[in-house]
């Protein structure tokens, strides 16, 4: 069974820091991209990163670009997103995804809430 | 990237047919046949139903389909059943080689 299980959310103060994990299992995740995207309370779907199979190209989305940083680690087939100087607005649903190519999203975990707050 | 644009609802009785549309450009939508859908129960995860315009993943009902035209996918869900009801995202590949996703679409089932 392919699983997905994100971990390391919780409440967060505005310009702290939180690293979020994603540990794959049931599929050769270490043949995937990897993906995370969030979704803010009642809001949609918004993609945040993107980090190859081999962790050769990473791509961010614009208004993440310089806070947060996507890593992996395939021998723990399991995938981070590193998120510093968070603000309100970063108050979402952060959910890992995978997929076998570039262009799509095969797999979803469950999603970790981070709420950034004082 | 500015999002895709879907209706923000529809509806449909049981056994019904409905369709939602995926509106893009010709940078995204209409410029790769690479536009996938998502069904997300809530409180739920989403999952793919389908994926490259018109393919479905395994274990996904043939009650759903997908198509594109232009700048606008849609994906069709046929013979309605309760346990349809949910949101629905479409996504996109992008010429910087991200994904955009759409606003999504709240599937009623009356």
């Known amino acids: 069974e392919v699983q997905l299980v994100e971990s390391g959310g919780g409440l967060v103060q505005p310009g702290g820091s939180v690293r979020l994990s994603c540990a794959a299992s049931?599929?050769?995740?270490?043949?995937?991209?990897m993906y995370w995207v969030r979704q803010s309370p009642g809001k949609g779907l918004v993609w945040v990163s993107r980090?190859?199979?081999?962790?050769?190209?990473?791509t961010y989305a614009d208004s993440m670009k310089g806070r947060f940083t996507i890593s992996r680690d395939n021998a723990k087939n399991t995938a981070y997103l590193q998120m510093n100087s968070l603000r309100a607005e970063d108050t979402a649903v952060y959910y890992c995804?995978?997929?076998?190519?570039?262009?799509?999203?095969?797999?979803w975990g469950q999603g970790t809430l981070v709420t950034v707050s004082s | 990237q500015s999002a895709l644009t879907q209706p923000a609802s529809v509806s449909g009785s049981p056994g019904q047919s409905i369709t939602i549309s995926c509106t893009g450009t010709?940078?995204?939508?209409?410029?790769?046949?690479?536009v996938s859908w998502h069904q997300q129960h809530p409180g739920k995860a989403p999952k793919c139903m389908i994926y490259?315009?018109?393919n479905r993943p395994s274990g996904v009902s043939d009650r759903f389909s997908g198509s594109k035209s232009g700048n606008t996918a849609s994906l069709t869900i046929s013979g309605l059943q309760a346990e349809d009801e949910a949101d629905y995202y479409c996504?996109?590949?992008?010429?910087?080689?991200?994904?955009?996703f759409g606003g999504g679409t709240k599937l009623t089932v009356l």
């Open positions: 996504s996109s590949f992008t010429p910087s080689s991200t994904l955009v």
């Open positions: 010709s940078s995204d939508v209409g410029g790769y046949n690479y």
């Open positions: 980090i190859k199979n081999d962790g050769s190209s990473i």
């Open positions: 490259d315009v018109s």
């Open positions: 049931g599929f050769t995740s270490s043949s995937y991209w």
């Open positions: 995804a995978g997929g076998r190519y570039s262009s799509r999203v095969d797999y």
